[in-house]
């Protein structure tokens, strides 16, 4: 089965076929990364315009890279949420366009049941059920996956994603746009130690985190450091931002493991190109005995492989849109 999937969520564009949920016989992407990082960040009208201006070009390209016909395309499938409305929106009416104009069925796609889809892609012995660490720009959360289309949050920010904790202490360190390339550089040369910063915890559920004192934290001592004169370790202070994001992610993911009696763990999203918070999972489940699925690099952002490795199994299920198919810029797992 080849599925036509769009993602269009932030700021890429992406395009991909992908057959039976595993194979990538495509995937085409534009980012738009370098035009937001005048700003420190996404610009949501920007990204808008961008995506209309982008995404037939890529239908085509997606199309011809997998060396395929409209014709042969077997349905569509398109994230509808949760993400940026006006960028979700180009995707989404692009996409009911497209099936409408193939005669083919078209298949909403939860953006983080995609990212845990990328780890098919590359592993195709994965199955459920297992638990994943879902952390990007825009989310943090812990999900039992029990089945491809069964999944249950355990975990979950109360306020700041950890991905915008890196993207907005990379901003007042004056390091370029998306933090977290730049977050993780940096603190090769520091040592993690030296700036005592908070780990929170939640009450009501140990399984939740916050990052938004952490990023308040990080904040307000560049800021002093800068006003009293005083010079800033910077190095140490990425990595010490870095021991911080990964001191609450790991344990929660390993605590949510062992309550669920999971033996295997999965991480997705862009967050988990983070190479200290990598390490650190790697060495807590190899402690733990649970084995540790890590997408690569290429795969932790976004793209649309992933929404049409999901799609396959949401097709399966029986998940199906229509022409009143909306975006949601929040949206339930």
Do not use: W
């Amino acid at each position: 089965m080849n599925i036509l999937a769009f993602e269009s969520s932030c700021d890429e564009t992406a395009a991909a076929v992908v057959r039976d949920g595993r194979q990538v016989l495509s995937d085409a992407i534009l980012s738009q990364a370098d035009m937001h990082a005048v700003y420190g960040g996404v610009v949501p009208e920007i990204a808008s315009r961008k995506h209309v201006e982008a995404i037939a070009g890529l239908a085509d390209k997606a199309l011809a890279d997998a060396g395929l016909r409209k014709t042969d395309v077997d349905a569509v499938a398109v994230t509808y949420g949760p993400g940026l409305i006006g960028a979700l929106l180009v995707g989404v009416n692009f996409a009911k366009s497209a099936a409408l104009a193939l005669g083919r069925p078209l298949i909403p796609v939860h953006h983080l049941r995609g990212h845990i889809a990328a780890n098919y892609i590359a592993f195709p012995e994965l199955e459920p059920p297992f638990l994943a660490l879902c952390i990007s720009g825009g989310n943090s959360m812990i999900v039992d996956v029990r089945d491809y289309t069964d999944m249950t949050i355990m975990g979950a920010t109360r306020d700041d994603a950890a991905g915008e904790c890196f993207d907005k202490i990379a901003r007042v360190l004056g390091l370029p746009y998306p933090g977290g390339k730049p977050m993780q550089e940096l603190a090769r040369g520091g040592g993690d130690g030296k700036y005592p910063l908070p780990r929170a915890k939640v009450a009501g559920n140990p399984l939740d985190m916050s990052f938004s004192g952490l990023k308040t934290a990080a904040v307000n001592l560049i800021h002093n450091a800068g006003q009293k004169g005083e010079a800033l370790d910077r190095s140490s202070l990425a990595a010490s931002v870095a021991a911080a994001i990964s001191e609450e992610l790991v344990p929660r993911a390993i605590e949510a493991a062992r309550r669920q009696g999971r033996r295997v763990l999965a991480a997705a999203g862009g967050v988990a190109a983070n190479e200290r918070i990598r390490g650190d999972l790697e060495r807590a489940c190899r402690d733990n005995g649970i084995r540790l699925y890590l997408p690569p690099l290429r795969l932790c952002g976004d793209n649309g492989a992933m929404i049409g490795a999901q799609a396959y199994y949401e097709y399966q299920a029986g998940v199906r849109g229509d022409a009143s198919l909306n975006a949601y810029a929040n949206l339930e797992i």
